[in-house]
């Protein structure tokens, strides 16, 4: 297996150790992706993402959407049906699959929603305001960002 060597990454970033995995498990999951169903990811605006698939067939009732751990799983499972058909030519896949995402830190779904047969998940980035940048004062020149607490030997 051919591996990607992020040492240089490495040598400059912090918290980027993940990022290296990620890439592993991206290259796993397109050779053993079987390209079912199909999908497109758009960005709708600024910090705002649709996942699409295209679900031809598929009832609300036959699919699950989960996240967990920074993983958007989707799973599509028909419903047998009792009544027998005949062929002359079937294009249309009619099995169960399971197609997973794995989605950026403080991306959120907010949305799903089944239509004509596409299933679009809509996605937002939400970035904490602690996360968001924030200026750093240098030696308590800057009272506005930093509050400075009174000494506890100062006198009122």
Do not use: C, W
């Not at 920074?70 to 047998?80: H, P």
């Not at 950026?104 to 939400?126: F, P, Q, R, W, Y």
């Not at 970035?127 to 509050?147: C, F, Q, R, W």
Request: hydrophobic share 40%; charged share 25%.
């Amino acid at each position: 297996m051919n591996r990607i060597d992020l040492t240089p990454l490495y040598r400059s970033s912090v918290g980027y150790d993940r990022f290296g995995s990620l890439l592993d498990a991206a290259f796993q999951t397109e050779k053993t992706s079987t390209g079912y169903p199909p999908y497109n990811i758009e960005v709708v605006a600024e910090n705002k993402y649709a996942i699409t698939l295209a679900l031809a067939g598929f009832k609300e009732s036959e699919l699950d959407i989960q996240v967990e751990n920074g993983v958007l799983t989707v799973n599509g499972k028909r419903e047998s049906s009792d009544e027998p058909r005949n062929f002359l030519h079937q294009g249309i896949a009619n099995r169960s699959f399971e197609r997973k995402f794995n989605l950026a830190d403080h991306i959120e779904v907010v949305n799903a929603e089944l239509a004509n047969g596409l299933l679009t998940v809509s996605l937002v980035k939400e970035v904490p305001e602690a996360m968001k940048p924030k200026k750093i004062s240098i030696n308590g020149l800057d009272a506005k960002v930093i509050a400075h607490t009174s000494k506890p030997d100062q006198a009122a």
